[in-house]
Every structure is written in C-alpha cells, then in structure tokens.
C-alpha cells in the first residue's frame, strides 16, 4: 500500500500598499535626545514610516499599550506599531513584517520591539495573541536606551552609510575609519581617505578626491549651514572646510587648509597660518621654572 506525503508549501507572497497602513510611533518619554549620523532618533524613525499615515503618542512604563493602540488607530486595513527609541529601523523591515502578517493571514504579530495589528482586530479584540514574525535583522530594533547603545547604533548607522555610498560607486578607503552623516550627498567616483568627517548639509559632486581628515563643519553649536563641492575637486589631507561655503568644479584645495570662503571653479586654495619659529625656546623656558 502506498502512502501519500503531504508537502507543505509556503503560502503566496503578499505586498502591503502603503496607503492601507497606519503608523503608531511611541515615543518613551525619556527618550535620548542625541543625533545619530546627523539625525534626532524621532529623525531616524520618521524615515523608517514615509508614506505611512502616521501618528506619535507620547508613552511612560506605566501605560497600557494595547488601550494606546486602540485609542489611536484610524481606518487603515493595517496598524504597525513602533518605538521612536529603535532609531535602526528601516522601512525594508517594516514592510517584510507587513508581508508576512498578510501572506499568513494573522490577525496579530510581534517584531523584537513592536507589533502588526489588523486594524478591525486590534479594535474589538480583547485579549490579543500575537505570533512572532521570524527572520528580522536583530540590529534594527536594538533600543537606545542609554549612551553605551547609542555607540553601538551610531557604529551601525555609519555602516549602513558608507555601505550605500560604495554600492553607488564611492571609493571609502577605509569605511571603519570614515564617519559620513545620513544627509550627505557624493557624486559617483569620489575617493575619501581615511579619518574624513563629512557633517551636516553637503553636498559633494562626481570624482571629488577627498584626502585623510578632511573635516566638514557645518554647525558652530548655534546655527546649522550647508557646503557644496563641486566635480573633479582635490581636497588636500588634514583639510577643515567650515561652512557656509561652495567649491567649485576642478578646484584645488592645499594641504592642511582651512577654509572659511568660497573657491572659485579652477582656483587653488591655501589656507594655512604662517608658520613661527622661537629658537632656543625649550632652554628658555627651563631658565625661566627654575628662577
């Protein structure tokens, strides 16, 4: 007699439209307020939900979550719900949570930080079971809830940034020894040395050769500027550039300057102090402790 296996099989892949969801961002209310690569972690989420209807309540450890979520949620077919302190989350994550809550036909799952609610459930259901959605990147909802976290996210925001920039055509030497904040822009074929800080607004055009730290400035701990670099610029290492500022195409920017004015196209910048010498100085000096 002949028996029959049955063969599980995964069920059709289902894509959530971003217009059937609604967002619940829940923001702790101690919350740390440091940047992360340029950005508030509020920042950081906001990106993660674009294009989601969205909302953000303020939350204390004595809160009843699922009371939150009902009070909150709109007529979406979908209600995702996600801490302002996960500041890693990305909108890929959100989306393969998505997809497997409806491919499987849950009612209710679980990421590591988080939930992904049908919303007709989430607003009659009185005990909510939820099933762990499997297979997310444990790095997106690592919580910043102290500055040693907040290391160890910024280690792999910056990552992620040079990451992207390589995979469009960035030559980053040493991306361990590179920090690029999320906002900058870098035409294809630039090359950075190792030990560059790129910060703030800037924007950086194609094959721009930026040598060992360079230094992009663009706060002075009140006011937040911008800097353009144009295409085929060579910026000379140890360089700070301090904005507002724009270089143009094909400049030259000498070794060690610091530059506080706008380069012309073609022109060669230097912005050094003159160099002092006091000879017999350490001898003086010694005179000087002993009397």
Same mark, same amino acid.
């Given at each position: 007699?002949?028996?029959?296996?049955k063969?599980?099989t995964?069920p059709?892949?289902?894509?959530?439209d971003?217009s059937?969801?609604?967002?619940?961002?829940?923001?702790?209310?101690?919350?740390?307020?440091?940047?992360?690569?340029?950005?508030?972690?509020?920042q950081?989420i906001d990106?993660?939900i674009?294009? *989601?209807t969205?909302r953000?309540?303020?939350?204390?450890?004595k809160?009843d979550?699922m009371s939150i979520?009902?009070?909150?949620?709109?007529?979406?077919k979908?209600?995702?719900?996600?801490?302002a302190?996960?500041?890693?989350?990305t909108?890929?994550?959100i989306?393969?949570?998505?997809?497997?809550t409806?491919?499987?036909? $849950?009612?209710?799952a679980?990421?590591?930080r988080? #939930?992904i609610f049908v919303?007709e459930?989430?607003?009659?259901?009185?005990?909510?079971?939820?099933?762990?959605?499997?297979?997310?990147?444990?790095?997106? *909802?690592?919580?910043?809830?102290n500055y040693?976290?907040?290391?160890l996210?910024?280690?792999?925001?910056?990552?992620?940034?040079?990451?992207? $920039?390589?995979?469009?055509?960035?030559?980053?030497?040493?991306?361990y020894?590179?920090y690029?904040?999320?906002d900058?822009?870098?035409?294809?074929?630039?090359?950075?040395?190792?030990g560059?800080?790129?910060?703030?607004?800037?924007?950086?055009?194609?094959k721009?050769?930026?040598?060992a730290?360079?230094?992009?400035?663009t706060?002075?701990?009140?006011?937040?500027?911008?800097i353009?670099?144009?295409?085929?610029?060579?910026?000379?290492?140890?360089?700070n550039?301090?904005?507002?500022?724009?270089v143009?195409?094909?400049?030259?920017?000498?070794v060690g300057?610091?530059?506080?004015q706008?380069?012309p196209?073609?022109?060669?910048?230097?912005?050094r102090?003159?160099?002092?010498?006091?000879?017999? #100085?350490?001898?003086?000096k010694?005179?000087?402790?002993?009397?």
């Amino acid at each position: 007699m002949e028996t029959q296996t049955k063969v599980k099989t995964s069920p059709a892949v289902v894509d959530v439209d971003g217009s059937d969801v609604f967002a619940l961002v829940l923001v702790p209310q101690n919350i740390l307020d440091a940047p992360i690569c340029g950005r508030t972690m509020e920042q950081c989420i906001d990106n993660a939900i674009k294009g *989601f209807t969205h909302r953000k309540v303020t939350i204390q450890k004595k809160d009843d979550i699922m009371s939150i979520v009902r009070n909150s949620v709109i007529d979406k077919k979908y209600c995702v719900v996600v801490y302002a302190d996960t500041p890693l989350l990305t909108r890929e994550t959100i989306d393969q949570a998505l997809s497997f809550t409806a491919s499987y036909g $849950h009612k209710a799952a679980q990421m590591p930080r988080g #939930w992904i609610f049908v919303t007709e459930h989430i607003k009659t259901c009185i005990n909510i079971e939820s099933i762990l959605i499997p297979n997310l990147p444990d790095e997106d *909802f690592i919580v910043a809830y102290n500055y040693n976290q907040l290391a160890l996210i910024s280690t792999y925001a910056r990552a992620r940034i040079n990451s992207a $920039h390589m995979q469009k055509g960035i030559n980053i030497t040493d991306p361990y020894n590179v920090y690029i904040d999320a906002d900058v822009k870098i035409g294809e074929g630039t090359r950075i040395g190792p030990g560059v800080v790129l910060q703030g607004e800037c924007k950086i055009g194609r094959k721009c050769d930026i040598g060992a730290g360079v230094t992009f400035s663009t706060f002075d701990g009140t006011d937040k500027t911008s800097i353009t670099v144009g295409d085929n610029v060579f910026i000379g290492a140890a360089s700070n550039l301090i904005g507002p500022l724009t270089v143009g195409n094909n400049a030259h920017i000498a070794v060690g300057s610091t530059i506080t004015q706008d380069i012309p196209a073609n022109a060669l910048a230097l912005g050094r102090a003159r160099q002092a010498i006091k000879e017999n #100085w350490r001898s003086e000096k010694k005179a000087d402790e002993q009397t």
